[in-house]
């Protein structure tokens, strides 16, 4: 089984049936058994969905993850030192913190497949365990 990991865009865009790109990403959720979700993306997806939608969405986002595919998984140590290395590295690409940590978490877990949205910063970083990031949906 692949494993993967998710961002916060494609989070936000499953939760939020309005989104222009839920019925990009709905099957692909549908796709995997189980997909690793940073703690620091379930943050931002928090504070994305509560701005848009309202806390109350964001208690039942909460209540569901349980019986969700995702499974929560917290960054470590050396993710935090990579994400630091990551963030000076393309400081020039104004690469985000969150985006980062993913990458950073993806190379210690050597996991090649990321479901995200918003795929600019996951195109311009070169991984040091692949050649380069799967990108779903595209």
Do not use: W
């Amino acid at each position: 089984m692949e494993r993967v990991l998710a961002d916060s865009g494609f989070v936000v865009a499953l939760m939020n049936r309005s989104d222009q790109r839920h019925a990009d990403v709905s099957p692909i959720y549908k796709q995997y058994a189980q997909i690793l979700l940073p703690q620091m993306v379930l943050v931002e997806v928090a504070y994305l969905i509560g701005r848009d939608a309202g806390i109350s969405t964001v208690v039942e986002f909460l209540k569901g993850l349980p019986a969700s595919r995702f499974e929560v998984i917290e960054a470590s140590a050396q993710d935090l030192e990579r994400t630091a290395q990551i963030l000076e590295q393309y400081a020039d690409s104004k690469v985000d913190f969150v985006d980062a940590i993913v990458m950073a978490i993806a190379e210690r877990l050597n996991i090649t497949a990321i479901l995200t949205i918003d795929q600019r910063d996951f195109r311009l970083f070169r991984p040091s365990h692949c050649e380069s990031f799967t990108l779903r949906p595209q």
